[in-house]
């Protein structure tokens, strides 16, 4: 349980690390999003709680697979001035064009 919360902790500090760094420093808070610091955290706590490395390595393959299929979620925020769109809007046409791509992931790619 202790090191649930620890996880949870050390995950939700980074979260508003983030934020709070892309409010003050947008270039500064990208730089932070585009680092794979999600993923360094759920490498280290899966070995630490695992140690197995296979289950790192097929984290790792899934990952890179989706992780192409996810970035369509940020164009409509990347084109809203241009477009109009506000927040909300911009924000559930990123989760519907990165739920389309990853949903044909998961339908029609490779099961496993």
Do not use: H, Y
């Amino acid at each position: 349980m202790v090191w649930i919360l620890t996880k949870t902790l050390i995950s939700a500090a980074v979260i508003v690390a983030v934020a709070e760094v892309a409010g003050r420093f947008p270039r500064v808070g990208a730089l932070l999003l585009t680092l794979p610091v999600v993923s360094i955290l759920a490498f280290v706590m899966l070995w630490a709680k695992e140690g197995d490395m296979t289950a790192i390595v097929r984290l790792a393959r899934e990952t890179l697979v989706l992780v192409p299929l996810g970035l369509p979620f940020f164009v409509p925020f990347a084109v809203a001035n241009r477009t109009g769109l506000s927040f909300w809007p911009s924000f559930a046409l990123g989760i519907a064009l990165a739920g389309i791509g990853i949903g044909l992931w998961f339908q029609f790619g490779p099961k496993g």
